[in-house]
């Protein structure tokens, strides 16, 4: 008699297992989500409103159709926010998850509670700078916490998804367009104010993700490899990648030496370079995060 097979177990891939996150993990991202929705409320009554400094998105064309309109800017990022997920789920596949969601509708809710404070100033130009760093500062806790709070960044991606433009490129029209409308139905000058706020929001981003610091990676072609290679090993104690490349004029084998070093230690790298090999050629970038050993460990915030 023949047995019946028996199902094997599907075990989940070591890559699953490690997106598996503990709970603790999951609570941390909604907390980020959470305090990144309030930075970025309390920036759009403190500042942006009161001004009329529509810097881009969703909550720039609330901004502008309460003028145009005098309707609750809160009830009109539901309205764009809400169906704007719905069709980006359709169109996209499920893939915004849970976060998002909420995301879409915690932001408005929280503008709407927030919407009794007094304006910090009347300066169009520190409205602008100190809204879009604000602003800057919540979207990147948000985005840490893999999440968003929907609006324009997912007409944006199904812009991308069926016309074939990048996504920068159809953020940017979007955001482009908003502020082009508001230097119509508002002024032209606060349409300036509006691009200084979306340009330090981009920043500001950068800087809560990335963070301040800032490494180099050094390329360095020289005759003198393995003594050079020595030298960063043992004097300046920094692994390093051997790179294997050819010439383009010589058509010969060369090796390149690759090696992150932090900013204090560049100087130290470069007379290491010449002290073995003056006629080194040697390229430095910066880099702005670093994971692993020597610098900052994976996972760390």
Known sequence: MVKPHKKRARHASPIQRRLQQPLGRKIMEYLLLFIGS????????????????ASGGVSGISIIVQEVLGIEPALTQWALNIPLFIVGTWVLGGQFGVKTAVGTVLLPLLILLTRGLPALTDNLLLAGIYGGMLVGMGL?????????????????????????????????MLDGLVILTAGIVLSPEKAMYALIGLFVTSKTINVVQLGLSYSKVAFIISDEVEAIRQAI????????????ATGGYTGEDRQVLMVVVGQTEVSRLKELVKATDPGAFVILSDTNEVLGEGFKLHGSP
């Open 233 to 244: 090993l043992v004097e300046l104690d920094r692994g390093l990648t051997q790179l294997h």
């Open 140 to 172: 990147g806790l948000v985005f840490r916490g893999r999440a968003s709070t929907g609006g324009l960044d997912l007409a944006a991606q199904m812009i991308h998804r069926l016309t074939g433009l990048s996504l920068g490129l159809a953020v940017a």
């Open 38 to 53: 309030g930075l970025i409320a309390l920036s759009f009554n403190l500042f942006l409103s009161p001004n009329q400094v």
